[in-house]
């Protein structure tokens, strides 16, 4: 069974700067892509950005220049540093964790809310 832990979201103003956390435990085989979902309230749960156990990354146009993935692969560990941050980023953020298998495991999700 593999457990996603997500850490770091909260009430932010506009402009501000959070960053999310998210460790994987549970499991001996290695997770290929880690990834950060968001979903507003009345939308659909969109992809933001990706990261691959070789380090390659993705960002959605939305977030693109303000937003920053990374991942800890010793720690199985992904990172979404949130720069610059407007009203629109307001959603609920969840972890996502997918293995060769083609299984995919979901964390919880954090509530990141923006503000003034």
């Known amino acids: 069974q593999v457990q996603l832990v997500e850490s770091g979201g909260g009430l932010v103003q506009p402009g501000e700067s959070l960053r999310l956390s998210c460790a994987a435990s549970g499991s001996i085989f290695t997770i290929h892509t880690m990834g950060w979902y968001r979903q507003a309230p009345g939308k659909q749960r969109e992809l933001v950005a990706q990261i691959t156990s070789g380090r390659f990354t993705y960002l959605s146009d939305s977030v693109k220049g303000r937003f920053t993935i990374s991942r800890d692969n010793a720690k199985n560990t992904a990172y979404l540093q949130m720069n610059s941050l407007k009203p629109e980023d307001t959603a609920v953020y969840y972890c996502?964790?997918?293995?060769?298998?083609?299984?995919?495991?979901w964390g919880q999700g954090t509530q990141v809310t923006v503000s003034s």
């Open positions: 996502n964790a997918i293995f060769d298998s083609g299984s995919g495991y």
